[in-house]
């Protein structure tokens, strides 16, 4: 069973950093484009990051450019966003799921995503 599980979320002081995992069972990540995306209350989910079909580039969204950083770990078989800088616009549910880079939607099975709160 294809699977992909977040951690890392929490609260934080704006200007603060955190680094999300995305840990996926099942199947072998670097086959695959991953992304993260993320959901604040009464918005629509939006793409933040996406690894490229190729996997050679990682694609941002606008908003994140310069703070938030995609990496991935194939011998953990996880892929992590490191998000530095931190602002209250940040604040949303973060979720993995696979990732169309050249739209930045994801598709597949979502989970249960983790809680990221800048906050002070």
């Known amino acids: 069973q294809l699977q992909l599980v977040e951690s890392g979320g929490g609260l934080v002081q704006p200007g603060g950093s955190l680094r999300l995992s995305c840990a996926a069972s099942?199947?072998?990540?670097?086959?695959?484009?991953i992304g993260w995306f993320r959901q604040a209350p009464g918005k629509e989910r939006e793409g933040v990051s996406c690894f490229s079909n190729s996997g050679r580039s990682t694609k941002y969204a606008d908003s994140v450019k310069g703070r938030f950083t995609m990496s991935r770990d194939n011998a953990k078989n996880t892929v992590y966003l490191q998000m530095n800088s931190l602002k209250p616009g940040d604040t949303a549910v973060y979720y993995c799921a696979f990732c169309d880079a050249a739209t930045m939607t994801g598709f597949g099975s979502w989970g249960q995503g983790t809680q990221v709160t800048v906050s002070s």
């Open positions: 099942g199947f072998t990540l670097d086959f695959y484009a």
